[in-house]
């Protein structure tokens, strides 16, 4: 696990543009395409402004992107709840990425349909055993879950499926989200997460015993790939 602590929001923020950007370009270099999984909630808006700007807009081959959600609450496009709306307003909608090569979880289908239907969409991006993204970018909330794998939630222990939906009670609202045995497949994992609020939850994720139903962050242990997080002094204040 690398460990990019900087002094606050914007600096993280910077220091990941970068990498995400670099991790691009030298993947490009010798494949025709970057699978890139986006994150919600609040804490990417900075990091997806800066890369639909001069100079990041501009080092990244956006018709070779193809993107993917990690999970997204199911309320239609039009609610800014939703994470596609989000991830379009900030970045998708500024950058000239192939429309087809954009694949939001659909909200205007049941859940369970919307999951088996992106499942069905990843089969068809990795047939072959073990080729899964390129790069998977996660957040964590202050009580330690990532994606929608809320603590003490069933789906945290999935093992087989890609793609599950279920109700999230607390929320009063269906949530649709990849699993660990997708995630855990990709080449790298970038978790992005600053603030004082997220320091225990970080300090118990990266230090604390495992516990993965208290803190489902701990779950997300790429089997080969790198694993990476991003943070800024005050969540990383725990960690000393
Ligand atoms: O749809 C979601 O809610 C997310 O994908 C979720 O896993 C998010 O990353 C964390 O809740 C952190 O959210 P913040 O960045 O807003 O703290």
Do not use: C
């Amino acid at each position: 696990m690398q460990l990019h602590i900087q002094k606050d929001a914007t600096a993280v923020s910077h220091d990941l543009a970068e990498w995400i950007t670099q991790a691009i370009e030298t993947t490009l270099q010798t494949n025709e395409r970057f699978t890139w999984v986006v994150t919600g909630g609040n804490s990417p808006k900075l990091l997806y402004e800066l890369l639909s700007a001069a100079p990041y807009k501009d080092r990244v081959d956006w018709k070779k992107m193809h993107i993917f959600w990690g999970d997204e609450r199911a309320v239609p496009f039009s609610d800014s709840r939703n994470n596609a709306r989000m991830t379009f307003e900030q970045l998708l909608n500024r950058v000239p990425v192939i429309k087809e090569q954009v694949h939001v979880m659909k909200t205007d289908i049941a859940p369970d349909a919307s999951a088996a239907n992106y499942e069905q969409i990843l089969h068809q991006y990795f047939p072959e055993e073990g080729a899964t993204f390129d790069l998977v970018l996660n957040g964590m909330g202050d009580d330690g879950h990532t994606l929608s794998l809320f603590p003490h939630t069933a789906v945290i222990h999935e093992t087989k499926a890609w793609v599950t939906s279920f109700y999230l009670a607390p929320q009063e609202m269906y949530r649709i989200t990849l699993t660990a045995p997708i995630v855990n497949r990709a080449h790298k994992v970038a978790f992005l997460t600053f603030g004082s609020n997220k320091a225990h939850a970080l300090q118990e994720v990266l230090k604390g015993a495992r516990n993965v139903d208290q803190y489902p962050s701990q779950i997300i242990q790429p089997a080969s790939g790198e694993l990476h997080w991003f943070v800024d002094e005050a969540a990383a204040a725990g960690l000393q």
